[in-house]
């Protein structure tokens, strides 16, 4: 699957790779300069196999892949970002997205549209003015015309990016998407912290008030994760297992299922204790869930 971040320079293309799948915090990526040309990162993200293309917005590099077709070929999902903050360029932005749209229309391919609408913060930028944008920008040709899915993003409100960019991953896949909104469900219903992740540590729903970094979890639940996957290999040589850690306070369990999904579950001492059935629920549903993940993966 092959994602193209296009937009003006400046827009927050970089920005918002390196906060969600880059795994670095917004107070991070303040000082990054201009991509040169383009850079290209690989994910593993539940199982599919993720190219996602950053494209340098200066207008040097713009006409020069413009130019070169076959780098922006095969592209799955076209995310274009535009800037909230500066509505000067707006009509700039608009021909360039359809200069991208039609260079990737031109070379055989036949992407799904997003659209970003991004810096949706007021951090440093006056409310009404931010609103004003977001309504004109609304209203660009290129937005008319192709409709495309959109977002409101902000690399401040991590949660959402997040939430905007896994579920842009899975748009296409129906069955997981329908897990994911199964997983949510139960979640809702159950006290306990649980976190569902892929077994490389991208987040993929969770119920811990407060916990936003990005799409990858924290490191050290990584390599909790990692470490029971290695294990799981290595002496039980099963496809799904159980791992428990327990201290004075806290006890975590790790379930994973089918190399590919691990579901961690927290619970503090003296907090509410789920009923067991509704655990159990969760969990069969997530084996179901692991399942479909790996025939996508086949698919793909
Ligand atoms: N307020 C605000 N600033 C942001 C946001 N995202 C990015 N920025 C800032 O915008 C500036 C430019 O971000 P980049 O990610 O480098 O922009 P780019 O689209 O990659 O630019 P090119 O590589 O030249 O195409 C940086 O100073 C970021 O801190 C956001 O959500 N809100
Ligand atoms: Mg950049």
């Given at each position: 699957?092959?994602?193209?971040?296009?937009?003006?320079?400046?827009?927050g293309?970089?920005s918002i790779?390196?906060t969600?799948?880059?795994?670095?915090a917004p107070m991070?990526v303040k000082?990054?300069?201009?991509?040169?040309?383009?850079?290209?990162?690989?994910?593993?993200?539940?199982?599919?196999?993720?190219?996602?293309?950053?494209?340098?917005?200066?207008?040097?590099?713009?006409?020069?892949?413009?130019?070169?077709?076959?780098?922006?070929?095969?592209?799955?999902?076209?995310?274009?970002?535009?800037?909230?903050?500066?509505?000067?360029?707006?009509?700039?932005?608009?021909?360039?997205?359809?200069?991208?749209?039609?260079?990737?229309?031109?070379?055989?391919?036949?992407?799904?549209?997003?659209?970003?609408?991004h810096k949706y913060d007021t951090e440093e930028y006056?409310?009404?003015?931010?609103?004003?944008?977001?309504?004109?920008?609304?209203?660009?040709?290129?937005?008319?015309?192709?409709?495309?899915?959109?977002?409101l993003t902000s690399i401040y409100k991590q949660e959402e990016l997040?939430?905007?960019?896994?579920?842009?991953?899975?748009?296409?896949?129906?069955?997981?998407?329908?897990?994911?909104?199964?997983?949510?469900?139960?979640?809702?219903?159950?006290?306990?912290?649980?976190?569902?992740?892929?077994?490389?540590?991208?987040?993929?729903?969770?119920?811990?008030?407060?916990?936003s970094?990005g799409?990858?979890?924290?490191?050290?639940?990584?390599?909790?994760?990692?470490?029971?996957?290695?294990?799981?290999?290595?002496?039980?040589?099963?496809?799904?297992?159980?791992?428990?850690?327990?201290?004075?306070?806290?006890?975590?369990?790790?379930?994973?299922?089918?190399?590919?999904?691990?579901?961690?579950?927290?619970?503090?001492?003296?907090?509410?204790?789920?009923?067991?059935?509704?655990?159990?629920?969760?969990?069969?549903?997530?084996?179901?869930?692991?399942?479909?993940?790996?025939?996508?993966?086949?698919?793909?």
């Amino acid at each position: 699957m092959k994602i193209s971040l296009g937009g003006l320079s400046g827009c927050g293309k970089t920005s918002i790779y390196s906060t969600t799948l880059g795994g670095m915090a917004p107070m991070e990526v303040k000082d990054l300069g201009p991509t040169v040309m383009y850079e290209v990162k690989s994910h593993n993200y539940l199982g599919l196999q993720i190219s996602l293309w950053d494209f340098g917005g200066q207008e040097k590099y713009r006409q020069s892949y413009l130019e070169t077709p076959k780098l922006l070929a095969n592209t799955t999902i076209l995310v274009l970002v535009l800037d909230l903050h500066h509505p000067e360029d707006f009509k700039k932005a608009d021909s360039y997205f359809s200069e991208v749209y039609s260079a990737i229309k031109d070379s055989g391919g036949d992407p799904r549209i997003i659209i970003f609408y991004h810096k949706y913060d007021t951090e440093e930028y006056p409310k009404e003015k931010l609103e004003e944008n977001l309504t004109a920008a609304k209203e660009l040709p290129f937005v008319l015309e192709y409709q495309p899915e959109s977002y409101l993003t902000s690399i401040y409100k991590q949660e959402e990016l997040s939430e905007a960019f896994r579920e842009m991953l899975i748009l296409d896949f129906d069955e997981l998407r329908r897990s994911v909104e199964n997983a949510q469900k139960h979640l809702m219903k159950l006290n306990s912290k649980i976190i569902v992740s892929d077994v490389n540590g991208n987040v993929i729903t969770h119920s811990i008030k407060g916990f936003s970094t990005g799409i990858q979890l924290r490191e050290d639940l990584r390599d909790y994760i990692l470490a029971s996957n290695v294990l799981r290999e290595n002496f039980l040589s099963s496809e799904s297992a159980s791992f428990s850690a327990l201290s004075e306070t806290k006890k975590l369990n790790l379930h994973i299922f089918s190399y590919v999904l691990a579901v961690l579950i927290m619970v503090d001492e003296g907090a509410a204790v789920d009923p067991p059935e509704d655990i159990e629920a969760l969990l069969k549903e997530m084996e179901v869930f692991a399942e479909l993940i790996i025939e996508a993966s086949g698919e793909e």
